[in-house]
């Protein structure tokens, strides 16, 4: 099953349509995806386990959002500011 997440990352290009999001504004699908990665990472850290499924949030996320936006994020939470739950 790793081998198959592994392939669909590598072949990966742009976000794919997520019905969560149907709208053309995709800034609460850029964040969540955001979420989704930290939370991801965070949760599987926990457990000893490999984070490679992570990546897929990951590069959906830098697909979405302006860079600018994640670095400020990335800066809140090691300042421990961040407003979502990670």
């Known amino acids: 099953m790793a081998e198959n997440i592994e392939e ?3 072949s990966y290009r742009t976000a794919p349509f ?17 979420l989704d990665f930290h939370r991801c990472n965070k949760a599987l ?4 386990q490999d984070v490679a499924p992570c990546d897929w949030y990951q590069r959906v996320y830098k697909s979405l959002c302006p860079m600018s936006w ?6 809140q939470i090691e300042n421990g500011s961040f407003a979502g739950k990670v």
């Open 8 to 10: 669909k990352i590598k």
């Open 45 to 48: 850290s926990a457990k000893d």
């Open 18 to 34: 997520d019905a969560r999001f149907p709208n053309t504004n995709q800034t609460r699908n850029c964040y969540q995806n955001y």
């Open 70 to 75: 994640v670095s400020k994020w990335d800066e």
